[in-house]
C-alpha cells in the first residue's frame, strides 16, 4: 500500500491502535479522517496529529454510520481509503446475564460496532473508492479471530467472522482494483475493554511501526507477535493457544 496521497477514514482513530495508525499515515502524507463518541478525545487527537478532521458519530447507528459515509464523501471528494479499526470488548459469562431485552441490546451493541459498522461502511462507500485511484479497505480484526479468549465470547466472534468477511471482500473484489487488507493485532496496550485490561500486552507504537511498514512492503494480512504466529499456525497450534488462553 502506497502510504502517500491518500485520503483515509479511519473509524475510531482517536485513541489507541487508531490514533497510533493515525499519526504514521499523517507524518507519511495522508490526510487523515477520524470519528468517534467522545469530543473530548477526538479533539485531543487533533493537538496531536496536524491537519487531523473528525466527525463525532455512533457507529452502533446504521442511520450514523449512512449520515458519516455521505458526510465524509462530500467533504472529502478524494476519499479512498476506509480503515475499520472501531470496536469494543466486553467480557462476560453469558449465564450470569439477564434474559431480558435490556441485556440483550447491550449484547448487539458489541456485535454492530464490531461487526455491522465494518460491513455496513465498506457497503456504502465501495461505489465511491470504486471510482478513486489505489482504492484500499482494511479492517482491523485480532488474534482472537483465530482461537477466541472465553471471557469475551462476543467479542471473539465478531472478530472472527470480521476476518472470514475480509477473505471474502478481497475475493470479491479481486478483479476491481480495490484492495483488502487486514491488520490482526495481538494484545497491545491501549484502553480496550476498559482502562488497565491490556497494560501487560505490547506497546502501541511498536506495534503501529512494524504494521505500517509492512503494509507499506505490500502485504494483505499482518500480524504482530503472538497474533503473527496464531494467524499461520495449524489446527493444533489454534488448539494449543486456546487451551494457554483460556486455562
Ligand atoms: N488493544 C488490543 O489488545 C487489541 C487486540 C486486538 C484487536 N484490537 C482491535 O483494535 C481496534 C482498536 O482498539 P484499541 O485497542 O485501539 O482500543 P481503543 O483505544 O478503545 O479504541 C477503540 C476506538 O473505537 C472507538 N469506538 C468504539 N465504539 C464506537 C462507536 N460506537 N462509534 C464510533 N467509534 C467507536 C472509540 O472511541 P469512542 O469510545 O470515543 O467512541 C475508540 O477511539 C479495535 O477494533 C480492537 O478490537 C485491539
Not at 32 to 51: H, M, T, Y
Not at 71 to 87: C, E, I, M, S, T
Not at 230 to 243: C, L, M, P, V
Request: charge should be negative; proline fraction near 5%.
Amino acid at each position: 500500500m502506497n502510504l502517500s496521497n491518500n485520503t483515509i477514514l479511519l473509524t475510531g482513530g482517536a485513541t489507541g491502535i487508531g490514533l497510533a495508525l493515525a499519526q504514521r499515515f499523517a507524518q507519511a502524507g495522508s490526510q487523515v479522517i477520524i470519528c468517534g463518541r467522545r469530543a473530548d478525545k477526538l479533539q485531543e487527537a487533533r493537538q496531536r496529529v496536524p491537519g487531523l478532521h473528525f466527525y463525532e458519530c455512533d457507529l452502533a447507528q446504521a442511520a450514523s454510520r449512512a449520515e458519516l459515509a455521505s458526510r465524509v464523501v462530500a467533504d472529502f471528494p478524494a476519499l479512498n481509503v476506509l480503515v475499520n479499526n472501531a470496536g469494543i470488548q466486553n467480557r462476560f459469562q453469558l449465564a450470569d446475564l439477564p434474559a431480558d431485552l435490556a441485556a440483550w441490546e447491550q449484547q448487539r451493541q458489541e456485535i454492530a460496532i464490531n461487526l455491522e459498522a465494518p460491513i455496513h461502511l465498506a457497503a456504502l462507500l465501495l461505489p465511491h473508492l470504486r471510482q478513486q485511484r489505489e482504492p484500499v479497505i482494511i479492517n482491523v480484526s485480532s488474534g482472537l479471530a483465530f482461537a477466541p479468549m472465553a471471557a469475551a465470547p462476543i467479542y471473539s466472534a465478531t472478530k472472527a467472522a470480521l476476518h472470514s468477511f475480509t477473505l471474502s471482500l478481497r475475493r470479491q473484489l479481486a478483479d476491481t482494483g480495490v484492495r483488502v487488507l487486514e491488520i490482526v493485532p495481538p494484545g497491545v496496550n491501549t484502553d480496550l475493554g476498559g482502562p488497565g485490561l491490556h497494560t501487560w500486552a505490547v506497546p502501541v507504537d511498536d506495534f503501529a511501526d512494524s504494521i505500517v511498514a509492512r503494509l507499506a512492503a505490500g502485504e494483505e494480512e499482518v500480524g504482530y507477535g503472538t497474533s503473527e504466529s496464531i494467524r499461520q499456525g495449524s489446527r493444533a497450534d489454534i488448539d494449543a493457544r486456546f487451551k494457554q488462553m483460556n486455562g
